[in-house]
């Protein structure tokens, strides 16, 4: 029996509603399988750099999908990020956040950190200054924060890990998959219920 366990990728983006409507379901998967697999984030990278302003029927677009989710799951949102922002459709700074802060082991406690500031206190993840404040409020060292938040290197990194993504399948966030001794099968998300995706997982494992 191999002792190398098998690895469960989660694939997502800090700015992706669905992944955060999805969060309470997948802390639940996460707990109960936690032993059994080596749990990996792995960065979508939903929505490239841009400076340009968000088109009005784009804006409308994602906060219907913000109505949708709140009616289907109970998440909520804080709908004044739309008058109280200049929406950009770009995802890439606070995946380049994530990463900064994966390096001095704060992923999760920096992806908590973007979600509830994008969704529950209507900043905007789009925009350094506000990614720079969150790094700052956990603690993290921010000079080094600052430093690979900026680099040329960490973006090499997000291309990569992207590219990763795209090539497992992961073209939509969340998505799920095992990797067990190099065969990579994908996990059906159930948005709903933890313990489908649980027995799942237990029986491929």
Known sequence: MSSV???LYYVYDPMCSWCWGYKPVWHKIKQAVADDVDIIYVLGGLAPDTDEIMPEMMQAQIASYWKKIEKYLGTKFNYEFWTENTPRRATYPACRA???ARYQG????????VQMAYYLEAKNPSDNPVLITLAKQLGLNIAQFEIDFLSSQTQQALLTEVAFARKIGGDSFPSLFIDKAGKIVEIPINY??????IGHLKSVI
């Open 106 to 113: 704060a992923e999760q406690v920096m992806l908590d950190a």
């Open 5 to 7: 366990k098998p690895k």
């Open 192 to 197: 709903e219920n933890a313990d489908t995706t």
């Open 98 to 100: 994530i990463l900064a």
